[in-house]
């Protein structure tokens, strides 16, 4: 029961991410489950990072169960990092997004970086160690 929620609480960041996943596999991504959580890259889905601004792009992206990667390395090296923002959807659900939004808007007000002060970020990366690059 506890697992089953678990998948439905975030479950709209998850059809989000199942929709952008699928886009990326039909760019030529590769598509793999791991430890429950869908993991794409590869493919020329990593294009796609052009649209986004400098200040915006990423090797990977936790959306609910689904992490996205520019490839399969990426997806490798950053697991530890982006299962840590999985159980994060998983206690905040929907939540996640706002918050998320939230905590980089503080830090910035603050004067400090909005992406490694995020107090979501700071969690994943001392569970991953510090040797991380851009991930969300
Ligand atoms: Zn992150």
Same mark, same amino acid.
């Given at each position: 029961? #506890?697992r089953m929620l ?6 709209p960041a998850?059809?989000?991410?199942l *929709?952008a996943a699928a886009?990326?596999v039909? %760019?030529?991504?590769?598509a ?5 959580v869908?993991?794409?890259g590869g493919g020329?889905?990593?294009a %796609?990072?052009? $649209?986004?601004p +400098? ?6 992206? *936790?959306l609910g169960?689904? &992490? %996205?990667?520019s490839?399969?390395? &990426? %997806?490798s090296?950053?697991r *530890?990092?982006?299962q840590?923002h999985?159980r994060?959807?998983e206690r905040w659900? &929907? #939540? $996640?997004?706002?918050?998320y939004?939230g905590s980089?808007l503080w830090?910035?007000l603050?004067?400090r970086?909005?992406? +490694?002060?995020n ?7 001392r ?8 991930? *969300?």
């Open positions: 029961m #506890l678990r998948y439905l609480w975030p479950s998850t059809a989000f991410g *929709t886009v990326m039909c %760019l030529g991504g590769r793999c489950v791991v430890n429950g869908v993991e794409v020329r889905g990593r %796609l990072a052009r $649209f986004f +400098r200040a915006m792009r990423f090797e990977a992206i *936790t169960h689904v &992490v %996205l990667g490839s399969q390395a &990426v %997806l090296r950053m *530890t990092h982006e840590v999985v994060q959807f659900g &929907v #939540l $996640f997004f706002p918050l939004a980089s830090q910035l603050r004067g970086d909005p992406y +490694r002060q107090c979501f970020e700071r969690e994943a990366f569970a991953a160690g510090a040797g991380v690059n851009r991930a *969300t």
